[in-house]
Structures are given as C-alpha cells and as structure tokens.
C-alpha cells in the first residue's frame, strides 16, 4: 500500500516543506511548523472548483462599473469598511475573546434584515439559544435572519445555495471543518481549505461572507497568515476588557483606505457608536492640575483628542522605577534621556509614570512633545496654562520635528474650546491657510527648551 504523505506548514506565513524545520525560511519564525496531511487531488478525482474555461482579457475590456455596496447601517463600520458592505466580498473580523465581535455582527444583521436584505448566520461556537439571549439585548429581529449552528462546512455550502442570502457570517472559521481534509478542526490545513471554499462561493455568487477568526497571544489572527492575504478585507476588533471603547480598525481593504478607524462604546444593549470620539476621551479631566497635558493624535485620518497624565516623583530606591501605559516604554525612557541632556533636568532620582487616559495605545510620534511637556509639569509641579494642546514629534537633539495633518488636528483642538496650540514651528506654513478665531493663539517652537517658558 501506497504512505500517505504528509506536509508540513508553517502556521505564521503557511509555507510548505517537506520535513520539520525549527525556523520558517520565509517568515524567519522559530517552532511554527506543524504536521499536516498532503491533499493534493489525484487525477480522475472531482475537484470542487470545477472545470470551467476563463477567458484572458484585455485592460480596456475590463468593465469598471462601481461596486455594489451595502449600507451596513452603522455609519462606522461603514467607514472602516469604505461606505459599505461589497457584494462578493470576503471580510475577516478578528480580535481578542469577548471584544464584541459577534457583538456587533449580530447588531450589523439587524440592520440588514429590516432593509429587506437577508442573511444567514452560521455559529460553530453556540447554540440556538445563546445567540438567542444576545439577540435579545440588541432588540427585535426581522424573519429574514435566518440560524445555523453546525461546524461542518459542506452542510454550510448547502444552506448557503438552497438559501442564496446576500450576506453570510461564519462564527469563528476555527470551529468549521471540511471532512475531506485529513486533520483536525482548527489546523492549517482545515482553516485554508475552508476559507478557500468560503472565497470561492463569494465571488462566483456574489454573496459578502464575514468570517470570524480566533486571535493568538501575539494578537494575530490564528491559524496561517496566508488566510489575511487570501480575504479582501481585515478588519480588527482593538480595545481593554476593563475600558468601555473598542476600536475597529482596518488593516487590509481592497475596496477602500486601510486609514480608518471606527469608534464604539460597549452598553448594555451593545455596542454604541461614538460619533465625537475626542469630546469622550476628553470626559472627567482635571482642570488646572500639574502633570496633564491635551494632545491630538491622529488615528487613520481622524484626529482624536487625547490626555496624557504623568506622575513624578523622588524614588524610594536605588534604580527609578518608570512605567508606560499607553504608549512605548522604551520611548518614554528615550524621551526621558533627551530632556537631561539637552534641558538639565535632572530625573535620574525620579520616579515616572506615564498614562495615556482612556485606554488607548498610542503609537503615533506626535505624543512625544505631549509626554515631555507633561513631565515637565508634574516635575515642577506646575500645571499648563488653561485649555493649552501640544502635539510635535521630538528628535534627540531636542528638536521639534513636523508631523502630518496638522490642520486636521488644530482644527479639532479649536473646535473642542482650546486656545494656546503648541506644535511644531515647521507647521506653521500649514495652519496658516486654516480660519481661525483672534482668540485662538498657536505657538511654534524649535526646541523642547522653549517648552520651559510656557510651563
């Protein structure tokens, strides 16, 4: 009798060998590389993808009508997914256990169904009755939402084209299982197969398919990270389980901008838009008080108004003990470093917190004056002048260097009530071609040692 061969497949990039390496040649990962059956399909076997002729085309023969998109009714899904749902598109959600993805799903499903549109849901995960209590928390639901609760894919296929929905959700594409693949639910080769048919049925029925992918401790969407590059679109769920905001981001769109974000709020009956993120963040903030500081950050291409708190004060041992929440720690000590040598500050005996409030994280370089300028105050303890934001990125001479949308982010700093605006000299040139009230005073500087006359 003939060996059954096997492949092994590298769960971070879905590279195949032959044997068992410790380190992927691809991706360069170390111990990714699990054992899974070879299913190549021999000849005279049926292959489910058919034998249909496709014709080559030319570039001008191409038609390029616009796509057919859905209204989602929830004005920031829209916007990450870039003004609606495509038809024939295959969307990934991802994001850590209890984030509210199938939160949110459930609520976009609603919505779907009281426009007409119909929809099947297909949970692996729970039954009948536990998305039964979900539904309930959202609210009523129309006839045209219809349940699945199975993990086989083939009898997934078979609703799917007796039922001809325009949108389909798979709750979670782990849970699915294809029986003529030879390995477990879950694996590589299960994941591929399945998310290959799942492609497949979208684009040759026009059908939108949501599937909903497991995260690894890393943040990743588990399994091969061949499945991000085989979907139109990836969107994650980001956010605290101890913080009320979750955002939705998108990092891969083939039919719009990767640079939007959505902002939600979870309540009780779900998750809440939040249409003015920076007057929420902003909620609760003291007034007048030493070691806080406004910035503006710019979350795709949406400024949100941010506080960034410090506490500084004499450390009780031998090493200063200094912590980042929010933001990069080694940044932080970085940024640290800059203000001894090119200031004289003197914070070797100090101990420093940093805290971005709201539970955001923050990687954008513009927070770097923000943090400095806040240090500064907690150290001397002095508060900032009333209503005063800072942005700027900081280099390590000291300079202040320009960062981008600088319009975008003092318009939404006025808007909220600030007047002293403290950024960069270089972006000056910028703001200028902005209106502005006589009341509002913006204030260029070079160098972070200018910050010491304003504190």
Known sequence: MAKNKTLFFCSACGNEQTKWVGQCPACREWNTFVEAPDNKITPGKKNNSGNTMVMRQTLRD?????????????????????????????????????????????????????????????????????????????????????????????????????????????DSIQTMYNDSVDSQTGSVSQVRETTQTLLRIAKEQNISIFIIGHVTKEGTVAGPR??????????????????????????????GSTNEIGVFEMVKSGLKEVSNPSEHMLEGMPEGE??????????????????????????????????????????????????????????????????????MKINDPSLDLSIIATIMSGFSNRPLPEKTMVFGEVGLTGEVRAVSNAAARVNEAVKLGYRLLIVPKACIKQIKHERLDDEVKITGIENIRELRDII
């Open 62 to 170: 191409v038609d390029m009508e616009a796509e057919d998109r859905i209204s989602t009714g929830i004005n920031e899904l829209d916007r990450v997914l870039g003004g609606g749902i495509v038809t024939g598109s295959l969307i990934l959600v991802g994001g850590d256990p209890g984030i509210g993805k199938s939160t949110l799903l459930l609520q976009m499903c609603r919505n779907l169904t009281d426009t007409g549109h119909s929809v099947l849901y297909v949970s692996g995960e729970e039954s009948l009755r536990q998305i039964k209590l979900r539904a309930d928390r959202i609210g009523t639901f129309s006839d045209e939402l219809k349940l699945l609760c199975t993990t086989d894919v083939n009898n997934v296929v078979s609703q799917i084209y007796d039922m001809m929905p325009r949108v389909v959700i798979i």
């Open 290 to 359: 030493p070691g806080s500081v406004v910035t503006c950050v710019m979350e795709g291409t949406r400024p949100i108004m941010l506080e960034v708190q410090a506490l500084v004060c004499q450390t009780n041992f031998n090493m200063p003990r200094r912590t980042a929440a929010g933001t990069d720690y080694n940044r932080v000590n970085l940024l640290m470093a800059v203000m001894e040598k090119r200031m004289g500050i003197h914070l070797s005996g100090c101990d420093c917190y940093i805290n971005v409030a709201g539970g």
């Open 226 to 255: 061949m499945l991000e590059h085989m979907v139109d679109t990836v969107l994650y769920f980001e956010g605290e389980n101890t913080s009320f905001f979750r955002i939705l981001r998108s990092v891969k769109n083939r039919f």
